[in-house]
């Protein structure tokens, strides 16, 4: 059993703590460390959490065996690089960082530590992304063409944060909050972006916000690509890869539809729910263990925030955007 510190009880640290406490037979929350003890007291003696305002202390603590980060975009690399410091595994809630060279060092900083890196892409434990992944890598498709995504929810309806709308913490419209979930499945489906076009268009602003993201996407591999992000909209994703000898598309977590070439009828799979959040904090569990590695490599990580910057560039200056090798 991993025993865990968490810093931030926010809206997304309490459903992280909530998915495995008292569920999971891989990883506990012992401690959470929160700006304000008395705003999180009450959720924290539920969860027989120990309340903590020092992070310092946190790190130091030998009971403490890794360290979950749900705090703002702005602050991860410098306290994932402090974790790193002491030697304990971290995994942070994404986007892992906001810039690429951030992202760099980060990694670099977990490598040499010789610990354990996660970021927290739950919609890659869905049971039909990684369908997805394993249709794409198994080559039943045939020669990759084409990869489109969609995502929309109500977060400006239901769940908006004054995050949400800081340039600083949430550049790019609705990119940061779902948009970069999509990002990173595109990464780990596709391989490397090697250029964007993006555009923000936003009709009204916060904190009603309505607003639309669509992207153009080229890959090192020269797979072509497309995706837009919603955030007034019902709740909707969708991964569509296509290739030469058929395509596969992922709908929201629990559906695929497989379709082949030479007239075969539309094969439809639907999949027992499973718990993404719960997924991916026993999966860093596991490779704290050493029992598997995080299914996200450090490349990956790295390539999608790079994707993610670009793609915030491009919206700014309304043209494309290449990436640097």
């Not at 039909?128 to 990759?144: D, F, K, P, Y």
């Not at 992207?215 to 007034?232: M, P």
């Amino acid at each position: 059993m991993l025993n865990a510190a968490i810093v931030g009880l926010g809206n997304w640290g309490r459903k992280l703590v909530t998915s495995v406490q008292g569920k999971s037979e891989r990883l506990r929350f012992v401690r959470a460390v929160v700006r304000n003890p008395a705003a999180a007291r009450d959720f924290a003696a539920e969860h027989s959490i120990e309340l903590s305002d020092d992070f310092a202390a946190a790190l130091a603590d030998p009971a403490i065996d890794a360290i979950v980060l749900a705090t703002p975009h702005s602050l991860h690399a410098e306290q994932i690089i402090a974790v790193a410091a002491v030697g304990k595994p971290v995994y942070c809630e994404k986007p892992l960082a906001l810039k690429r060279a951030d992202a760099q060092r980060v990694v670099e900083a977990c490598a040499k530590a010789g610990v354990v890196l996660a970021v927290g892409h739950d919609k890659r434990f869905w049971p039909s992304m990684q369908a997805l992944t394993s249709i794409v890598a198994g080559g039943e498709l045939g020669e990759i063409l084409h990869i489109e995504g969609h995502n929309s929810n109500e977060t400006s309806r239901t769940a908006f944060a004054s995050w949400r709308a800081s340039p600083e913490e949430s550049p790019g419209g609705g990119m940061t909050g779902t948009g970069i979930h999509m990002v990173d499945a595109f990464v780990g489906l596709i391989g490397p972006v090697k250029r964007v076009q993006a555009q923000l268009l936003v009709r009204r602003p916060p904190p009603e916000v309505l607003d639309t993201v669509s992207v153009l996407f080229a890959f090192d591999n020269d797979v072509s690509g497309t995706l837009s992000s919603i955030r007034a909209t019902p709740l909707y994703w969708r991964a569509h890869v296509f290739g030469s000898q058929g395509s596969a598309e992922a709908l929201g977590a629990t559906e695929l539809v497989l379709r082949k070439t030479g007239g075969v009828p539309p094969v439809h799979m639907t999949f027992a729910a499973a718990d993404g959040l719960r997924g991916e904090l026993e999966a860093f569990a596991d490779a704290a263990a050493g029992v598997a590695p995080y299914p996200i490599t450090p490349l990956q990580m790295v390539e999608t925030v790079a994707a993610f910057e670009a793609i915030v560039q491009s919206m700014q200056s309304g043209q494309p955007v290449n990436l640097a090798r």
